[in-house]
Structures are given as C-alpha cells and as structure tokens.
C-alpha cells in the first residue's frame, strides 16, 4: 500500500506546484519523513516533474497560451541549467542551498508586493535579454536541489508583464526541460529509486492535469494572491528547516 501514499504525495506536491511553485513544500519534507535518502527524494521529484510538467504545459499549448518559438528559445538554457545544478548537487550542501533559496524567494516576493508590476499582456512578444541569466541561474537551482523553483519562474515571468496563464506554460515547460536535464544526472550516478519514482509520477500527473484546469477558471488577481501566500509559507518552511 505504500504506493497509494507515493501517488498523494505526488498529487499534492503537482497540484500546489503548477498554480504557484513550492510544490516542494510539501513533497520533499514527506519523502524524507518516509525514510527516502535525500538523492533519491531529489531523483524521484525531477522524475515525477518532468512528466507532470510537461502534461500541464501541453495543454496550455494547446489552447494558446503560450507559442513555440519562445518556448524552443528555453530548450537550451533549462536543459543545460538542469544538467549543472545536477552536477554540483554533491558539492554544495543542503543547507547552503537552503539559505539560498530563502534569499532568492524573499526578494522576489518583496518585488511582487512592493513595486509596481508592469502591464499584464497576453504573453510576452519578446524576452528582455537580462532574463536569460536568471532563467538560466533558477534551472541551475532547480537541478541541485529545487523548493521554490517554479516559484522564482513564476516571479520572473510575471515581471515581464506576461499573462499568469502564460506564465504558468512557461514555467511548466521549463521545469520539465531542467527537470529532464537534472533527472540524466542522477540517473547516471544511480540515484533513481524505481520503486518510488513511477508512483509519485502518476500523482503528479493527476495533480498537473486537475490544477491547470482550475487555473483557468480563477482570476489573475486570485492566483496571485495564492502565488504570494505559497510564498511565504515556503520561505517559512524552508527557514524551520534550517533552525532544526
């Protein structure tokens, strides 16, 4: 029965994750509760993330909200992102990823709430060039360790303007791509439990399949608002881990 519990962790973890990031708020923290080694939690995530990513992207696709040209442009950089960060994942410590990740989250929500956002388009027709870097640094982050991730994407995206449906495809098509990446890396160091990683992909992509869809019939101001609170639980969540 151990499987049905992979799968709930996988469609929480999923359904969080593809309305506001911080999905890892919760996956991580059970599958390490569970007895799970850390490489092989990390392993299973990028595993079910891939999968579940690129359903939720898919229909998006689908229904316009985000266009390939864009989307192709992100290959290399979340690809590559991805491969590093899972290359560095044993030289760097959990706890200095950690305190990373609550710097990065921090500032990004104090830009959201205390600055003014840029006007709200359908998507971006361009992406400014100074966003290439920080895409690049966040799929790096996201192939070492990850909370938070798709939280940072979301942030980056929205400051272009970009619709919050149009920032989630982005956001999912990237996760799956450095997810992809990051996933090789441990899969190549041996690192892949295929006892657990099938299972939690199943549920996240329930998960990925039912969230999209209720991101649809809310309101921009509401998913936001969910973006921020998602936020800050996490940040919460990720200094508690730090003081225990």
């Not at 990513?53 to 989307?71: A, D, M, N, P």
């Not at 309101?219 to 969910?226: E, G, P, V």
Request: aromatic share 12%; glycine share 10%.
């Amino acid at each position: 029965m151990e499987f049905i519990l992979f799968m709930m962790i996988g469609f929480a973890t999923s359904f969080v994750g593809t309305l506001a990031g911080g999905g890892g708020l919760i996956g991580m923290p059970v599958l390490l509760l569970t007895g799970v080694p850390i490489h092989q939690a990390i392993a299973a995530a990028k595993f079910s993330n891939t999968v579940s990513s690129f359903s939720s992207f898919f229909v998006l696709l689908r229904e316009g909200k985000i266009g390939w040209k864009q989307t192709l442009l992100l290959i290399p950089i979340s690809l590559f992102g991805g491969i590093t960060g899972g290359w560095l994942a044993s030289s760097i410590s959990e706890t200095t990823m950690t305190v990373i990740a609550i710097l990065l989250l921090t500032f990004a929500l104090s830009l959201h709430l205390f600055r003014k956002q840029p006007e709200q388009k359908q998507r971006a027709a361009v992406f400014p060039k100074k966003l290439y870097p920080i895409l690049y640094g966040i799929s790096v982050y996201d192939g070492m360790f990850g909370p938070g991730q798709a939280s940072l994407l979301m942030y980056a995206y929205l400051r272009t303007g970009m619709e919050y449906l149009s920032a989630i495809a982005f956001t999912r098509f990237q996760t799956f791509v450095s997810c992809f990446g990051a996933f090789v890396t441990y899969l190549y160091t041996g690192h892949v439990n295929w006892h657990i990683a099938p299972f939690l992909a199943i549920g996240s992509l329930i998960g990925a399949q039912i969230s999209v869809r209720v991101a649809q019939k809310l309101k921009n101001s509401h998913l936001r608002a969910i973006l921020n609170a998602i936020t800050a639980l996490l940040i919460v969540q990720l200094m508690w881990h730090i003081i225990q």
